[in-house]
């Protein structure tokens, strides 16, 4: 459906434009960001709630030109909905109308397929929660707290003292792109493991560890 709105905005004066459903329902739209959703839905309900008046009172409606001081709205009736056209005062009408023809048959033919803007919103999934716990919680707490004792603990006799203060910094480093899940931790031992530095101990580590994973 964009790809057709884009054809009408080329036109020089065309500002922007949207594509409302039978149901009044907004499909999708193409306006500067100064127009929210809200708004856009605002003037779809006023247009519907009107067109069907103006059909019944002229016997057929194939475009309204709404005209104002600095500007005009275009609304184009198609089969399964309606196209609505915000535009300079200074707009080549002429212009306009060849390309409203041009896409007319492609947009009637998406209304019959695409879900509306609206519909779309509320089916987005949600993203899961972002872990916010902080790794020593997770090291001293958490239902690995085990896991993570062990691996730290053996890490103290390739490393000494300061391998409390690099295993913390492994798992912090580990949260940034994994869930603290038992099946994740062989990803924390890669990160552990490329600290030790010496193949031998490395190897050696992840022996050790593999008990606990």
Known sequence: ?????????????????????DQGQLVSHMFPSIFDQKMLSSAVTTVSENLP????????????????????????????????????????????????????????????SVVPATQQAMAVPVAPPVTTVSPLDLIEKSPLASYLQ?????????????????????????????????????????IVAAEIGDPAKTSEYRQKVSTFL
Request: with cysteine; proline share 4%; aromatic share 6%.
């Open 1 to 21: 459906m964009e790809e057709f709105l884009k054809q009408i905005k080329t036109v020089p004066g065309t500002l922007g434009c949207m594509v409302y459903d």
């Open 53 to 112: 008046g103006l059909r019944d009172y002229t016997g057929g409606v194939r475009m309204i030109d709404f005209r104002f001081q600095n500007g005009r709205i275009v609304v184009k009736p198609v089969d399964g909905g309606c196209l609505v056209i915000l535009c300079e005062g200074t707009v080549n009408l002429q212009s306009l109308i060849i390309s409203l023809n041009l896409v007319v048959k492609q947009v009637e033919k998406s209304l019959k």
């Open 150 to 190: 062990g691996m730290q603990t053996t890490l103290s006799k390739f490393m000494g003292p300061m391998a409390k203060v690099i295993f913390v910094e492994c798992v912090e480093k580990w949260l940034q792109d994994h869930q603290p899940v038992k099946t994740a931790l062989p990803h924390l031992v890669d």
